[in-house]
């Protein structure tokens, strides 16, 4: 909402390999003052866009404008059926009466009723006792809204825009965001205490609350696994439930496995949502491919635990695509698909570009 140009910059971040937008208003500060790292790395284009406010846009385009690395953005679901279609904003629309009013009012009142209303008996008298077995509720239909991100904060680039973007959540519909792993670049090693207090606090931020699937960058690849997995617990396993963040209630309780605690699930709304622990192929507490046989078998008893469910999501760092290490996983996930080829299944991980998979075999499972 405003009438001059602004003058935009592409901006490549040397440590992540990410461009961003470089966004200059004459009329206001500089938006390198927020960011000092962009001020460094900003270089003039050419001939630089100007973007001049219109009351309409001049052109439609299904591509997008930019993508940052840092962000997974999807688009709104459509209208449920039996949707108004109209803008709030639009006037009411009134009905006029099918026929004219009658001749002007009679100034004397009306006389009373001609018979007194007879409340009938009920044809069957009340039970003694209430009933102590509650009354089933109806399942919920409607599409359920939450947030997913990955791989953030890389560089001190993305740990300034990282807040930004999250503050950008605050009129979302959805009804929390999950970090499906990585923390840092997976080429360092270095893992102190700090780095998982410094994620804590990025997404702190937030305005939903934020849970976190464990990766390898922060944990496997760290030069000590089994102190970093030790802060993981610490400061990001219970994340979500802080409640000096002011974040509206979840509406429902996030259970976590004792053994593997990096194992998580809830249901809302009646969609079940299991958290798993994929990270690479290394487990330093065992053997591997029994890891995955814990995953397998922790998700499998959630599913026979919930009598209700009209669709679930597994949220995991890498799901693999049936053939390496994670093969087993993989099957398994085919597997509860032909068991329940009525129960949507929706796989989410952790990746450096947006892309979906479909199975022709299995039509029920969207990765």
């Known amino acids: 909402a405003r009438s001059g140009p602004v003058l935009v910059s592409i901006v490549e971040d040397p440590d992540s390999g990410a461009h961003f937008f470089h966004i200059h208003d004459p009329d206001k500060n500089d938006s390198s003052s927020t960011c000092p790292e962009l001020k460094d790395h900003t270089f003039e284009v050419p001939r630089p866009v100007q973007i001049t406010s219109h009351s309409q846009p001049t052109s439609k385009s299904t591509r997008p404008t930019a993508l940052s690395s840092s962000r997974l953005t ?46 009938e008996s009920p044809t069957t008298p009340p039970s003694s006792k209430p009933s102590v ?14 947030l997913a991100i990955g791989d953030v904060p890389y560089s001190p680039m993305e740990e300034c825009l990282l807040p930004i973007e999250l503050n950008k959540l605050t009129t979302s519909s959805g009804r929390f965001l999950v ?29 939903l609350p934020t849970l976190f699937v464990i ?24 994340f979500h439930s802080r409640s000096d963040l002011n974040w509206p209630p979840l509406g429902t309780s996030v259970e976590r ?47 026979e635990e919930s009598s209700q469910t009209r669709a679930l999501v597994l949220l995991g760092h890498s799901f693999g695509n049936g053939r390496g290490s994670k093969r087993s996983y993989f099957e398994f996930v085919l597997q509860i698909a032909a068991e329940n080829p009525a129960l949507p299944i929706l796989m989410v991980q952790d990746n450096h570009w947006w892309e979906t998979q479909t199975f022709r075999d299995h039509p029920n499972l969207y990765k």
Not at 218 to 231: F, I
Request: glycine share 8%.
């Open 133 to 146: 077995k509650p009354t089933m509720q109806p399942t919920p239909t409607g599409p359920l809204t939450f």
């Open 215 to 238: 990766g390898d960058n922060g944990w496997l690849d760290c030069d000590n696994p089994d102190e970093s997995y030790g802060y993981w617990k610490e400061h990001l396993f219970d």
């Open 74 to 119: 999807a688009l709104p679901p459509a209208s449920p059926l039996g949707a108004p279609t109209r803008s709030p904003t639009d006037s009411p629309t009134e009905t006029l009466p099918t026929y004219p009013p009658s001749a002007d009012p009679s100034s004397s009142p009306t006389s009373g009723p001609t018979k007194q209303p007879v409340t």
């Open 179 to 207: 970090h499906l792993g990585d923390i840092q670049d997976g080429k360092i090693g270095s893992c102190p205490e700090s780095l998982h207090l410094g994620v804590s606090e990025l997404f702190a931020s937030s305005p």
């Open 257 to 303: 496995d004792p053994v593997y605690p990096e194992f998580f699930s809830f249901e809302l709304e009646s969609i079940l949502f299991v958290g798993q622990g994929l990270p690479a192929s290394r487990n330093p507490r065992g053997d591997y491919e029994e890891y995955l046989v814990q995953n397998a078998a922790y998700a499998r008893a959630k599913i």
